[in-house]
């Protein structure tokens, strides 16, 4: 099969057999896709007929993926209205959950609205950073000793080498760590509006190649490789250093609930859902969990679908701590989500449906990133404020019954 431009996407070899390999490499064309589909149907013996069409344009995503067959339709849900009240968002926002698990979206609206008739949440940002780490690796520890001395005084240098590649990262520091006869080098950036996984790859990349040719630095005789990730940076793993230290957006968010409202909207008491909170916490610690929420991965993961995020980093960016306090009049309560590893331009980003839902809540343009890393830690502490009250209160497993997987087959 040839397309218009006559490139030769067949997925059959010269004995009419389908071959082995996925065809059409390298082609990001509508022939490419439907050539690698019919192969894929030949090698696999499925139907595969709701791949046949798709909505993508093959030739818009040479940047997303290779290979490409189809797209998977995921079902996407609004919840809210989220009352927010601080100084980037302010005024109900409604948010985009791609899930298939039910019971998700209808939680996340009723802790919102718990939060909206307590005054709304109120919401502040941190920092945001990135790091990535490399490593270089000497012969004897004293040269990597020396190397992990000098580094850091070269700074300046380094954040030149680093806006040759790109406008956008900049070099905020680089901490060394001595370990043996290897140095891991920490750098560490802001990416403003992009997540900034591979600009800072890239950065960092460029950057270690000025040090290596630095001969006063790293000495024939003593250097003996280097890579550009020793796996120390956090990227896409859940660690107790990103959570000490942030990696990516760190929010914060708060209200206090009156007890009139905890008690008809969430259906418990003050003193139920502090008690109960404390006792769902203590499993946590005693487990070993990083973090103590009840299931902040639900929120982010959502909205990270929905809105072109890179899926892979729900992992680390779920980490949340998520507190309960009795106060006079009601209950305290906060979310600390230490690294939303996310962007507002590139990547998925720019897909039209999730564009679509970026721009639906105002996350597109300057500034974009941290009013949706804001927004996801509003609507993360609504999704486990209405978690735990149903737990306490004994309704979780009757909420799943009716609207979740849990839901029975009809008799019928």
Known sequence: MSSGSGEHVSGTSPSGRAQRFVPGKGLHTEAARVSRLTWLREVTGTALGTLQHTRLDPEQLSGN????VG???????VAGPLLFDGPVVRGEIYAPLATTEGALVASATRGALALTLSGGVSTRTAFQAITRAPVFVFSRLAGASRFAAAVPQHLGELREKVREISRHAELLSIEPVLLGRTVHLRFRY????????NMTTVGTWHACQWLMGQRRLVAEEDFESFIIEGNSSGDKKASAQAVAEGRGTRVVADCVLP???????????????????QHIMAGAVHSGT?????NTANIVAAVFTATGQDIACTHESSVGHFTLERTKDGVHACITLPGLTLGTVGGGTGLPTQNEF?????????????RLAEIIAGFALALDLSTVSAVVSGDFVDAHERLGRNRPPSSD
């Open 65 to 68: 993926i290779e290979g490409l």
């Open 71 to 77: 797209s998977v339709e995921i079902p996407v849900g």
């Open 190 to 197: 802001t990416t403003g509006e992009a997540a900034g996984q």
């Open 259 to 277: 007890t009139e409202v905890v008690e008809r909207v969430l259906k418990t008491t003050p003193d139920a859902l502090v008690s109960g909170h």
């Open 290 to 294: 990083l973090g103590s929420n009840a």
């Open 358 to 370: 970026l721009a639906m809540m105002g996350c597109t343009g300057q500034g974009g990133s941290q």
